[in-house]
T-cell receptor, first 109, second 115 residues
Framework: EDQVTQSPEALRLQEGESSSLNCSYT??????LFWYRQDPGKGPEFLFT???AGEEKEKERLKATLTKKESFLHITAPKPEDSATYLC??????????FGTGTRLQVFP | SAVISQKPSRDICQRGTSLTIQCQVD?????MFWYRQQPGQSLTLIAT?????????ESGFVIDKFPISRPNLTFSTLTVSNMSPEDSSIYLC????????????FGSGTRLTVV
């Protein structure tokens, strides 16, 4: 069964304190792994798509990496505005996305 | 990427009633997806809606409870029928991006509370 597990469930960081979020997955044929950001009361906002092991993508303070079993979202020198829930999702050879339960990130000044 | 307008943004409903949620996309799309996000949980796919055909429901979701319409390539509705407090969730619609590089775009969600 296709499955996505994210850790930690919640993460509190001081502004400027870098860290990583983990997304472990099992899927029968990975078509893509997606990272989303979700703010309270809003729909998920697309961040990255990763396709194959070894791939990396960056956007501002965020960097996503992918191996055959997991993905990491590295946050470098976070700011309070980076506070949100970060969701990971995988897509097998269908159009269906399977989401993890997310990591709730709080960055304090 | 596509822009989705979803409404209502929130509603409080009495048990036993029904609520219809609307999603309007600013471009034509083949498939639209409906998700549920229960409190503290992740997104779960309810069904996939193609224009001109019946929606495809995921395990645990049935048409009688969540009827979906897809009258054209830019619009879809999801109805939550005969509601109970367990239906209190955020409901979201989604469409695929122009390419996989753009992921999937989501509406802003409908926060439903059933009392």
């Amino acid at each position: 069964e296709d499955q996505v597990t994210q850790s930690p469930e919640a993460l509190r960081l001081q502004e400027g304190e870098s860290s990583s979020l983990n997304c472990s997955y099992t899927v029968s044929g990975l078509r893509g792994l997606f990272w989303y950001r979700q703010d309270p009361g809003k729909g998920p906002e697309f961040l990255f798509t990763l396709y194959s092991a070894g791939e990396e993508k960056e956007k501002e303070r965020l960097k996503a990496t992918l191996t055959k079993k997991e993905s990491f979202l590295h946050i470098t020198a976070p700011k309070p505005e980076d506070s949100a829930t970060y969701l990971c999702a995988v897509q097998a050879y269908t159009d269906k996305l399977i989401f993890g339960t997310g990591t709730r990130l709080q960055v304090f000044p | 990427s596509a822009v989705i307008s979803q409404k209502p943004s929130r509603d409080i409903c009495q048990r036993g009633t029904s609520l219809t949620i609307q999603c309007q996309v600013d471009s034509q799309v083949t498939m639209m997806f409906w998700y549920r996000q229960q409190p503290g949980q992740s997104l779960t796919l309810i069904a996939t809606a193609n224009q001109g055909s019946e929606a495809t429901y995921e395990s645990g979701f049935v048409i009688d409870k969540f009827p979906i319409s897809r009258p054209n390539l830019t619009f879809s509705t999801l109805t939550v029928s005969n509601m109970s407090p367990e239906d209190s969730s955020i409901y979201l619609c989604s469409v695929a991006g122009d390419s996989i590089n753009y992921g999937y775009t989501f509406g802003s969600g409908t926060r439903l509370t059933v009392v």
